[in-house]
């Protein structure tokens, strides 16, 4: 949420921030704005796009060479200009862009005031940086230590990255919670919530460490923490291309990153599966390999579609590895008083790695002495730089908002990780082993068959791009891709869409069917094929309209379904992989017929780094 942006170098700031913003507006897009400094301190904002801002500035001189940029998704304060970032201090000598929450903003905005200091917005963030301004009129101090200062009495979480009228070349980062990743270039230097806007420039990259502060000038990083202790920073090398994170021909994200999904699940595989030679490997389970045969209990942790996910693993670790799986919803997680016991393993599911309620929890299922495992798709994100051990799922960039190859790539890496256990365990034969890893290697292309039948799924959501309800209902492994397929439609269309467990509808939302109610039936030929097949013939008798993603070849259902979507047969654990596909195609079309922004849905963010 809020995306931060900042240079210090030779080139033009504006271009290289203007661009940055843009790259980093999937985490927000309420308003946009940037601070120059070229001796006055400017700065200039807009309510809206990135692009709103750049029209506003287009007749505007901005010469700079060291500068800041935020896109904000509003916490505190409505989106309109006086609430977007940057926001000055009350001297106008400093200007802060702030991605996070001040929890206690209110106690210092009452101190504040009543010294006389005075607040143009209703923001948590323009209180922080008066109160920075406070603290070194107070301690005559520095500004790098008034901020040290001024961060020690801040409750909440932030990256903060401050720029002053009084140090021209010298940007001031911090932060606690949100992500910062410093690009090292020669002669410049680069700062931003991820490293999309820093990759054209240089591969060369710190990542800022919770409770530390970055002075960056051009030539020169020094962090330290935020106890005046000297740290010496690691530079990473990015693997990261250029062109992962350009839409290359597609109208959106979304739709390229489906796309991807062939080549995105094989990047998960890559080095890991190999059916030929009987192999299946995870580097990050190795040390831990122990701990998960001889578990317990696994403690699955995620939101939205990593918790998806989480569900897919559920029922894997059960069936192959027979261990028994909770799977929590981070946010929920956190604020109870869990129960961990010795032997229990927690797996943390994070696109971002950086979603403020699993970070959270993890954290505390830490405290409660749990061993946690990451899957994560961002490399050298917060999560996992918190577990003790994961497997990063190689997706490449997501962008679009709504997440669709992480999700495959993370049910790819759940299922590897549960059939490795399972055969360490024991628990699974050796033919069913080898069975899987062949199937393994078969799904990017059997991904690729379901893409191919884009067009026939194109037709259908024209057909039901009006529909103010869908149900989406699946069984067995199908029943967490049933919400996955409601929460796609829902968060890109605005449609009003349920997923349920196919048999609990005559539990009651069965009442919502009539002729207009589209029922999306995940029908596939597997062990709960005949009961779903008795749940279709229900929905039918009420007239609702039943679309079905069955397997190839599926008479029965042709017969039955008012529309069929084909998908190739698979192992039964790996359908997810195959029948989440449709459903994220017929979303995206629903949506873009329907005229919404489908790659920045309203209210959205991409990481959901505040609670
Ligand atoms: O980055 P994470 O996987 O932790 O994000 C979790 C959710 O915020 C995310 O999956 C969200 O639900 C997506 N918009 C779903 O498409």
Redesign the pocket.
């Known amino acids: 949420m809020c995306g931060i942006v900042a240079y210090t170098g030779y080139r033009e700031a504006y271009p290289v921030l203007l661009k940055g913003l843009k790259r980093l507006e999937y985490r927000g897009y309420d308003s946009a704005g940037i601070a120059l400094l070229n001796g006055d301190l400017n700065v200039y904002k807009k309510k809206g796009k990135v692009s709103d801002l750049e029209s506003h500035l287009k007749e505007t001189q901005l010469h700079s060479t060291i500068g800041v940029g935020h896109t904000r998704w509003a916490t505190h304060g409505q989106p309109n200009d006086v609430n977007a970032h940057p926001h000055y201090s009350f001297n106008k000598r400093l200007a802060i862009i702030h991605n996070g929450i001040i929890e206690n903003y209110n106690v210092l905005k009452q101190d504040l005031t009543n010294k006389g200091y005075q607040f143009l917005s209703e923001t948590d963030s323009e209180v922080l940086v008066h109160f920075i301004e406070d603290v070194q009129a107070n301690s005559n101090c520095s500004l790098e230590e008034a901020i040290r200062l001024a961060l020690h009495q801040v409750v909440g979480a932030y990256a903060i990255v401050v720029i002053s009228k009084d140090h021209p070349d010298t940007l001031f980062a911090a932060r606690k919670g949100s992500p910062l990743v410093i690009g090292v270039g020669k002669g410049e230097h680069f700062l931003a919530s991820d490293a999309t806007p820093i990759i054209e420039y240089t591969s060369d990259v710190i990542y800022l460490d919770d409770l530390e502060i970055a002075v960056i000038t051009k030539d020169k990083v020094s962090i330290k923490s935020l106890d005046d202790v000297l740290t010496t920073p690691y530079v990473h090398t990015l693997e990261m291309e250029l062109e992962a994170i350009e839409k290359n021909g597609f109208d959106h994200f979304m739709l390229k990153e489906i796309f991807e999904q062939p080549k995105s699940v094989k990047d998960s595989m890559r080095g890991r599966v190999n059916a030929a030679k009987g192999h299946l490997l995870l580097g990050g389970l190795r040390d831990y390999l122990n701990k998960l045969v001889h578990a317990q209990r696994v403690v699955i942790l ?7 996910a989480g569900l897919v693993a559920e029922y894997l670790f059960e069936e192959f590895a027979r261990i028994p799986v909770e799977v929590e919803y981070a946010s929920e997680f956190r604020y109870r008083n869990p129960i961990i016991n010795e032997g229990d393993v927690v797996i943390a ?7 403020a309620d ?1 970070l959270a929890a993890i954290e505390l299922a830490k405290s409660k002495g749990a061993i946690i495992f990451g899957v ?3 490399v050298g994100s917060s ?1 996992p730089r918190a577990t003790h051990a994961g497997a990063y799922t190689h997706a490449g960039p997501e962008i679009g ?4 190859k ?2 495959t790539a ?1 049910v790819t890496v759940l299922s590897m990780m549960a059939i490795i256990v399972a055969r360490a365990k024991g628990t699974i034969t050796e033919s069913q082993y080898q069975e899987l890893l062949v199937e393994f290697e078969n799904i990017p292309a059997k991904i690729q068959r379901i893409l191919d039948k884009h067009a026939q799924i194109e037709y259908i959501a024209d057909i039901f791009k009006d529909a103010r309800n869908f149900l989406f209902l699946g069984r067995g492994y199908n029943f967490p891709v049933a919400l996955e397929g409601a ?2 439609l829902k ?1 890109i269309s605005y449609i009003h869409a349920e997923g349920y467990p196919a048999a609990e509808m005559k539990h009651g939302p069965i009442a919502l069917i009539d002729e207009e109610m589209p029922v999306v039936f995940i029908a596939t030929r597997d062990s709960s094929y005949e009961k779903i097949i008795s749940n279709i013939q229900e929905v039918r008798a009420r007239k609702g309209r039943v679309i079905v993603v069955a397997t190839e070849g599926d008479a029965l259902v042709e017969k039955m379904a008012e529309f069929v979507i084909e998908i190739p047969h698979t192992h039964e654990a790996l359908v997810p992989l195959l029948s989440v596909i449709p459903l994220q195609i017929l979303s995206y079309h629903i949506a873009v017929m329907r005229g919404c922004n489908v790659d920045q849905p309203r209210n ?1 963010a ?3 780094t505040v609670e």
């Open positions: 995620g939101c939205g579609t990593s918790w998806h599911i994070s696109q971002s790695g950086e979603t699993t994560c798709n961002v999560i908002v709504a997440s669709t992480a999700f993370q929460l796609k968060e959205l991409k990481s959901v």
